[in-house]
């Protein structure tokens, strides 16, 4: 086990940055009873570790999801596709609410921007 936890300490010394992937979560607020779903669940590379809670519509509570998913086409099963039917709840023309983004909230860029950083210091 120590063998293990010196790699783990090395490995942050020498590489000082995660990389993150973007994927799919499921949320509740149990205060407000609310549900909702974001393809935006910035997750710790290679892992479904969440690094950024979102925050309820009503309440402004913070949350991680209860389940987190790759982004994947239900019918192809490929990350991109160009399936005519997909089987998601997301619609890449609904705009994305940094209000309540623990990734972007406050901050200029915007997790739906052409170019926003996937990694973290």
Known sequence: MKGNNSISCWLKLWCPFQFLEQKYGYYHCKDCNIRWE????????????VYFKQFCRTCQKSYNPYRVEAITC??????????????????????????????????????DSTFSFKYII
């Open 74 to 111: 239900q019918s192809c099963k490929q990350t991109r596709c160009s399936c005519s039917i997909k089987l998601r709840h997301i619609d890449p023309k609904r705009p994305h609410r940094q209000d309540l983004c623990g990734r972007c909230k406050g901050k200029r860029l915007s997790c």
């Open 38 to 49: 974001s393809a935006y669940v910035w997750c710790v590379q290679g892992t479904n570790k």
